[in-house]
């Protein structure tokens, strides 16, 4: 069985612009939750994604959003960017959420200039 | 809020040896779960151990076992004959049932495994 995917998996951009990045979970998996690393933050929870709704938000400002497609795989866009968005941007997917193990993927590293 | 914290930024073993990593936790709920997870140096986050709160018996995967104190919540980690390939940050994480999958992770500990 395929593991959870990220594209891409780096990126550098510069600040103002905007950034995609995708996540494509593993098969028969309905919830995509997103994380961000930072050396400083460490792992915060951004958002979470179950049969294309979104059902739990953390506390990031609006530039942060999300959204899922009916083939469950999910994207989250940064609007213009801060130099602060520097980090590991990681997705990880669950059949459902609740009682189930999450599997990460390898994350995608954005570099913000 | 839940807060996860673990106090130890740094651990060090010798190979074939035991080592134990703390964590500690604080919710105001009493139905939740805990996890450690192993980040590598190539960032995939791989979930070592998982605790349901409701559970007294602490769980075990092979050389992996936590001792589950939920009064005192605290949730450690031991490995026991630690390898080469146990060298990693291991985060400590918890999950309320009440909000879907967010994870709330500790800062880590960064585990050194020496010959």
């Known amino acids: 069985k395929a593991g959870v995917t990220q594209t891409p998996r780096y990126l550098i951009k510069t600040r103002g612009q905007q950034v995609t990045l995708s996540c494509s979970p593993i098969?028969?998996?309905?919830?995509v939750s997103w994380y961000q690393q930072t050396p400083g933050q460490g792992l915060q929870f951004l958002f979470e994604?179950?049969?294309?709704?979104?059902?739990n938000k953390g506390n990031f400002p609006g530039r942060f959003s999300g959204r899922q497609f009916s083939n469950s795989r999910s994207e989250m866009n940064v609007s213009t960017l801060e130099l602060g968005d520097s980090a590991l941007y990681l997705c990880?997917?669950?059949?459902?959420?609740?009682?189930?193990?999450?599997?990460f993927g390898p994350g995608t590293r954005l570099t913000v200039l | 809020a839940q807060t996860v914290t673990q106090s130890q930024p740094e651990m060090s073993v010798q190979e074939a040896e035991t080592v134990t990593l703390s964590c500690t936790y604080d919710?105001?709920?009493?139905?939740?779960?805990l996890f450690w997870y192993k980040q590598p140096p190539s960032r995939q986050m791989i979930l070592v151990i998982r605790?349901?709160?409701?559970?007294?018996q602490n769980a075990t995967e092979n050389r992996f076992s936590v001792n589950f104190q939920k009064a005192a919540k605290s949730f450690s980690l031991k490995i026991s004959d630690s390898q080469l390939g146990d060298a990693a940050m291991y985060f400590c994480?918890?999950?309320?049932?009440?909000?879907?999958?967010?994870?709330?992770f500790g800062t880590g500990t960064r585990l050194q495994v020496t010959l």
């Open positions: 919710t105001s709920e009493s139905d939740y779960y």
């Open positions: 994604y179950f049969s294309e709704t979104q059902r």
């Open positions: 605790q349901e709160a409701y559970k007294q």
């Open positions: 994480a918890h999950q309320d049932t009440g909000t879907a999958s967010k994870l709330t």
């Open positions: 098969s028969g998996h309905r919830s």
């Open positions: 990880a997917s669950s059949l459902q959420g609740f009682y189930n193990e999450q599997f």
